[in-house]
């Protein structure tokens, strides 16, 4: 078990919104601190999203489907959304 | 006159006889609408919808606005209110702060409260029980002499008493039947509906406010808009109900679900999920297809010392709008803001949020030592479009309102002075126009009116009635 009082918000995050999908799926999604994951248990929206992404249509989000694989993103950007880390 | 009587010569006309001669005959656009609208003078005009009589059975704000419409516009509508009780809406008023009394002839200490406005102008008040068996056939009567009938019970319950649209076209198959309420037949068909829920359910709040990175969250309006966006739409439906009798005779049943309204009146949201899965989101004040057309916040306010944080503290609010090419230019010229024009020549440059947020954090900048009034000055007299964001108080004392007489004091035959927004939700129209004869009168108010003098019964029955609170 990580000490809690010494992650970073975004590291906290990650381990209390735990998301439906994971790195399975293929996406590079899942190193980018722009994606907003579907949280495990949601029943609502239908299961083939992965998340939303909250940059390349900013403010808007886009939708990333599990079955269209994003394998390479201009905006991508490192991140420590990495939840299985934990 | 020509030789032969059967030709006509334009100069044997009456009227111009050029266009040169058409022109100097108008009167100037302003004065002709002045004396074409006349407002304060509708009561000297016909009504659009006279000889049209409508029931209405309904509650709160959103499906009593719909039957208000058609009265504003001369229907005779009658209202069915709860005997003694009335409208739910009636014991509502903001804050608990004013009520008109009475409510009843049994509860004179007891008052309808200011929320119940503006949503049953111009009707007629019938109080009865619709449950007891004797009165059914009553309510059948009114049905056959009506042209349709709004309800908002949830859904089958008017079936259920016989009273649906199924029942009532066989009494009368002219009679339009409209059903407003949450969601309608459907998976969520028993679920009620508020305005608020409206707003929540159908993706209208969360659109509204500011995104969640500047730390917003939806928000509904604080007005109850969608029960009277909604209210209107059904009015729009029954007016094409009306259309469609005269050309086939028959009536028709409207289902209303309210949901659906806010979800209409979404614009480009749901195209463009379905498109590209792009889920819209709140851009506050500002605004995701025009830049630079949205809300900015100045530094000083306009009535510094007021006491009221209205006038104190919000009098600091401008709309500005300069999207276009060389209105921008002028707005970057004017606020020192040169470079942006530089950078961001194209609108599709500066309609992106990025550069959005650039230039409205300076236009705030430029705005911060300075009044709403400087900058709406400075603005508009550069030829930009700007107001200022006006609150109650200032939109009372606005000339315009008043002159053409959307907000007006209504001298109320029972209640007296009230200041009325009411009537123009159709606009202003130079033949029938719209118009506010009464607020609202107490529960039961014309039962004599209507169940003597229409229907007939005695005033021993009626008096019988009212006192086994049946009516």
């Given at each position: 078990m990580v000490d809690k009082a010494k992650l970073t918000p975004e590291e906290y995050l990650a381990t209390i919104l735990?998301?439906?999908?994971?790195r399975e799926t293929g996406h590079v999604c899942w190193d980018c601190k722009h994606l907003k994951p579907v949280l495990k248990?949601?029943?609502?929206?239908?299961?083939?999203?992965?998340?939303?992404?909250?940059?390349?249509?900013w403010p808007f989000y886009w939708c990333i489907t599990?079955?269209?694989?994003?394998?390479?993103?201009?905006?991508m950007e490192k991140g420590i959304y990495t939840p299985k880390k934990f | 006159m020509a030789k032969d009587p059967r030709e006509t010569r334009i100069e044997d006309?009456?009227?111009?006889?050029?266009p040169g001669e058409l022109e100097e005959m108008k009167m100037p656009y302003e004065e002709y609408c002045r004396k074409a609208f006349?407002?304060?003078?509708?009561?000297?005009k016909p009504e659009a919808l006279k000889g049209i009589r409508w029931l209405s059975c309904t509650m709160y704000i959103f499906t009593p606005h719909s039957a208000a419409n058609l009265a504003e516009l001369g229907a005779d509508v009658i209202k069915i209110e709860i005997p003694?009780?009335?409208?739910?809406?009636?014991?509502?008023s903001p804050f608990n702060e004013a009520y008109l009394y009475p409510l009843h002839d049994t509860r004179p200490m007891t008052g309808t409260g200011?929320?119940?406005?503006?949503?049953?102008?111009?009707e007629r008040f019938l109080s009865m029980d619709y449950h007891i068996p004797e009165m059914v056939d009553v309510f059948y009567r009114l049905v056959k002499m009506s042209d349709g009938l709004t309800e908002l019970y949830r859904p089958g319950t008017l079936d259920r008493w016989k009273m649906s649209y199924r029942y009532l076209q066989e009494m009368n198959p002219r009679f339009i039947y409209v059903w407003g309420g949450?969601?309608?037949?459907?998976?969520?068909?028993f679920g009620g509906s508020y305005d608020i829920l409206g707003q929540a359910h159908a993706g209208l709040a969360s659109i509204t406010g500011m995104h969640e990175y500047m730390g917003g969250h939806p928000l509904k309006h604080s007005n109850w808009c969608i029960d009277w966006a909604s209210g209107t739409m059904i009015t729009h439906g029954i007016l094409a109900a009306i259309h469609w009798r005269r050309k086939t005779g028959l009536g028709t049943m409207i289902e209303f679900s309210q949901v659906q309204t806010p979800t209409r009146i979404s614009g480009y949201t749901f195209p463009l999920y379905g498109r590209f899965g792009i889920v819209r989101q709140r851009w506050g004040n500002w605004d995701t297809q025009l830049c630079v057309h949205g809300i900015i916040l100045c530094?000083?306010?306009?009535?510094?010392?007021?006491?009221n944080p209205q006038d104190k503290?919000?009098?600091?609010y401008v709309m500005v709008s300069a999207f276009n090419d060389p209105d921008f230019k002028e707005l970057c010229d004017i606020t020192g803001l040169k470079d942006f024009y530089g950078r961001y020549k194209a609108h599709k440059d500066r309609v992106d949020a990025r550069p959005q947020v650039e230039i409205y954090t300076a236009l705030e900048k430029w705005a911060a030592d300075k009044t709403r009034t400087q900058v709406v000055k400075t603005l508009t007299d550069a030829g930009i479009l700007a107001a200022p964001v006006m609150n109650d108080r200032e939109v009372y004392e606005c000339k315009h309102y008043r002159e053409r007489g959307t907000l007006r004091w209504l001298d109320d035959p029972?209640?007296?002075?009230v200041l009325v927004a009411s009537g123009h939700s159709v606009g202003m129209m130079t033949k029938t126009p719209r118009r506010t004869n009464w607020i609202w009168r107490p529960v039961g108010a014309d039962n004599v009116g209507i169940y003597?003098?229409?229907?007939?019964?005695?005033l021993s029955k009626i008096e019988e009635w009212y006192n086994k609170a049946w009516i």
């Open positions: 735990v998301p439906e999908k994971g248990g949601s029943k609502f929206p239908p299961a083939d999203l992965i998340g939303w992404c909250t940059m390349i249509h599990d079955f269209n694989v994003v394998k390479k993103c201009y905006a | 006309l009456p009227g111009p006889k050029s006349d407002p304060g003078n509708e009561w000297a003694r009780m009335g409208d739910a809406m009636r014991h509502t200011f929320g119940f406005l503006n949503a049953n102008s111009n949450g969601f309608g037949y459907g998976p969520k068909v530094g000083k306010s306009d009535f510094p010392d007021a006491q503290f919000d009098a600091r029972l209640y007296g002075d003597r003098d229409l229907l007939g019964i005695p």
